[in-house]
């Protein structure tokens, strides 16, 4: 069992900057391949960002390629997502996400575990 807390949403400007984090408690924190995931509302959940459990690999949706950075602290179970230039249609409800057995895990059904969710909110 894992459990996942995310912390670091907010409001911001468009263009602006902001690194959520999310703690994992439970065992064996480098075993899960860990994402994140976002959902606005009236849209279904997608996938924002992945990084492997040694944190070697990463993998991205486009629509934040270049922009957003996974990153995880193993020694800390944390997992980390850095958002820069932001824009109005990054508004969402954040969630992390740990999945054991697929890679990259890029669709919901994928992944084992969810956090609470942070909400972000980008201004125009």
């Known amino acids: 069992q894992v459990q996942l807390v995310e912390s670091g949403g907010g409001l911001v400007q468009a263009g602006g900057s902001l690194r959520l984090s999310c703690a994992a408690s439970g065992r064996a924190f480098s075993y899960y391949a860990m994402g994140w995931f976002r959902q606005a509302p009236g849209k279904e959940r997608e996938f924002v960002a992945t990084i492997n459990g040694i944190g070697a690999y990463t993998y991205y949706a486009e629509s934040v390629k270049g922009r957003f950075t996974i990153s995880r602290d193993n020694a800390r179970n944390t997992v980390y997502l850095q958002m820069n230039s932001l824009k109005p249609e990054d508004t969402a409800v954040y969630y992390c996400?740990?999945?054991?057995?697929?890679?990259?895990?890029?669709?919901?059904?994928?992944?084992?575990?969810w956090g609470q969710g942070t909400q972000v909110t980008v201004s125009s």
């Open positions: 996400a740990a999945e054991s057995s697929t890679w990259p895990a890029i669709r919901a059904t994928d992944i084992d575990y």
